[in-house]
Every structure is written in structure tokens, then in C-alpha cells.
């Protein structure tokens, strides 16, 4: 079981407050992402929730049993960090077990849960290594196994694939989806990169200065935000915003559209292309001198013949646009 509850949890430095009171529930099985900008505070949150960091007011509840007060070690709760943090002088095996040695386990127990960790990692054949013999991917999976054989309530992850390359942060996010899949344990993780978050979470948790300003799944925050700053974040390239006059015609003070809601050919709005970005089976270009924005940008199917220079009319679909009030909310 792993369900965590957070009511009304608050912490200060000092006279400073980081995370306001806020409520959240996380259920068993959930896996669910903390995302926001630097300095939004879901690392500090995640450490409330791991008892690494003292909760200034408010209580903590991991399957009903109030964890506030406890330390680390009790709360049943596995943390995987941005770095790995091996042992260098110790072999891929006694890393993993270390915990479980510390925690008095005997031999034969370590052994057998060491080596269904690996199984599940697919690490059997890097045991007797050292993790200055492995890349980076697989040292993140030994770190992971690591907190696997502990059998945790949860799993927290503290933005885990920021040390790796483009191409490994693919594979270990895809590797992690998995795991979830096969373990079907609570995981909370941490990242400032909105396409992790999209392509990982059951459940996205947007904060902001402390604020939890929505809690959704994925395609639930990318179609209907609530307000402004959800809309701006979420979605890569991000939401297009255009005030004045055009946003007025839909009794708006900002009205907002996707790029792939927007289509090239006969339509009200005109403008000239600037950077183009082929992407294969996408190309995104930018738009200026349209009058609405300083730049929109246009998700196109496949390649596009347009050059920079050229002029050309856009036509947004009337019902993909997502409607803002005079204080950032989204009107339904």
C-alpha cells in the first residue's frame, strides 16, 4: 500500500514561506509527477513527504498512519536522487543490498531480493562489476535497484535523469514507466522538464512559487489548463497567447491556441514566416508581423515549402481556442 496524504502541509525557513498550506492526495499505485519552474518548491515538497525536511504545520499521512514526526528510515519510503550516490569500491551486488544489510537482513534474504532486483533491471550480468565499469544508464538503474529492494510504500524520485544525455533520458524514462507497469508501487517524481512529466504521469501536479495551481492527468491540463501559467507550461512548443482586439471578439482578455491548432491557407489572420524548424515528421515555424503576437507558432505535418520572407494567412480552429479571464483564469 501506498497512499499518501498531505493536509494542510506548510514549511517555512525562518520567516520565509516556501510551500503555503496545501492539501494533496496521492493514491496507491499512482504514479505522479511534480512539475514547475526552478525555485517552485517540488523538491522541497518531496522532501517533506521523505521526512528529509521538518513540515513547519500540517500533517502527513502515508496509508492512513500520520508520518509527520517520523524520520526517514520509518516511513517506508524509497528516494532515488539526481546523482546516482555509489559506492565506488563496492560491486554493482553489494550496492543494491547495502540498504538491506544496514537494515539487518540476513545473507540468503539480501541475496534473493538483490537478485530479483537486478532481474527486473536488467542488471543480472553487471553484478560482480564496479559502477566505474558502467554508463550512466545503467548506474541510474543500479541506484533504482537499490531502492527496489527495499519493497518501499512509494518510490520518490528527485529529477533522476538530469545527469544523463538526450538519449538516455528517453530510454530511462521509458524504463521507469515500465517498472511502474511491472511493480505497480505509489511513485512521486520530481522535474522542471514538462515532457517527462507528460509522457510519465498518471497524475501531473503543476506548482508554482508553492502553489499547486493543478492537479490533472496529462491530456486533462494540455486540453482544458486553468488558467494562464498551466496553459503557458504545459505543451512544448507552448500555447500561442494573443491579447487585444482578436481576444476581445471572444469576450476574453487573453485568448490562447496550440500550434497544431492552427492551419496555413485561406484565413483571417496574416503574417510573415520567420525561423522554420524541420523536425521530420513535424516542422515548426514562427510567424511575425501578424498583429496579435510578436510570434506565433505553427505545428505543420512533414516538411513545408514556406522560406523565411514569405507571407502567408493563418486560420486558427475557432474551437480549439482556450479562453482567459482578466485575472489569468480560464473561462469554460
Not at 514549511?11 to 519552474?37: M, N, Q, S, Y
Not at 513527504?49 to 504545520?57: F, H, K, P
Not at 495551481?213 to 488558467?227: I, M, T, W
Not at 487585444?244 to 510573415?272: C, F, L, Y
Amino acid at each position: 500500500m501506498g497512499r499518501i496524504t498531505l493536509d494542510k502541509v506548510q514549511k517555512k525557513f525562518g520567516d520565509v514561506e516556501v510551500i503555503p498550506p496545501l492539501d494533496l492526495t496521492i493514491e496507491d499505485g499512482e504514479f505522479v509527477v511534480f512539475v514547475g519552474p526552478s525555485g517552485c518548491g517540488k523538491s522541497t515538497l518531496l522532501r517533506l513527504i521523505a521526512g528529509l525536511e521538518d513540515v513547519s504545520s500540517g500533517e502527513i499521512r502515508i496509508d492512513g498512519t500520520d508520518a509527520t514526526d517520523l524520520p526517514p528510515a520509518k516511513r517506508g519510503l524509497a528516494m532515488v536522487f539526481q546523482s546516482y550516490a555509489l559506492y565506488p569500491h563496492m560491486s554493482v551486488r553489494k550496492n543494491i543490498a547495502f540498504p538491506l544489510k544496514m537494515a539487518g537482513l540476513d545473507e540468503a534474504e539480501r541475496n534473493k531480493r538483490v537478485e530479483r532486483a537486478a532481474d527486473v533491471l536488467n542488471l543480472t550480468d553487471y553484478l560482480d562489476r564496479r559502477p566505474g565499469q558502467l554508463s550512466g544508464g545503467q548506474r541510474q538503474r543500479v541506484a533504482i535497484g537499490r531502492a527496489i529492494v527495499r519493497e518501499p510504500a512509494a518510490f520518490l524520485f528527485d529529477e533522476p535523469l538530469s545527469n544523463l544525455d538526450a538519449a538516455l533520458r528517453v530510454g530511462m524514462r521509458l524504463e521507469i514507466s515500465e517498472l511502474h507497469e511491472r511493480l505497480k508501487t505509489t511513485m512521486i517524481y520530481v522535474t522542471h522538464d514538462q515532457v517527462e512529466a507528460m509522457t510519465m504521469a498518471d497524475k501531473i501536479v503543476v506548482l508554482r512559487a508553492g502553489h499547486i495551481e493543478q492537479v490533472g492527468s496529462p491530456l486533462e491540463l494540455y486540453h482544458s489548463p486553468r488558467n494562464l501559467f498551466v496553459a503557458g507550461f504545459i505543451g512544448s512548443p507552448k500555447m500561442n497567447f494573443i491579447e487585444g482586439a482578436e481576444a476581445k471578439k471572444h469576450e476574453a482578455q487573453t485568448i490562447g491556441i496550440r500550434p497544431e491548432h492552427i492551419t496555413v491557407g485561406d484565413g483571417p489572420w496574416e503574417g510573415r514566416v520567420g525561423v522554420s524548424e524541420h523536425l521530420g515528421s513535424d516542422t515548426f515555424f514562427h510567424v511575425h508581423d501578424t498583429g496579435l503576437a510578436e510570434t506565433i507558432t505553427i505545428r505543420a505535418p512533414g516538411e513545408v515549402s514556406y522560406k523565411a520572407g514569405d507571407t502567408i494567412r493563418l486560420a486558427p480552429q475557432e474551437d480549439k481556442i482556450v479562453r482567459f479571464d482578466g485575472n489569468g483564469l480560464r473561462i469554460a
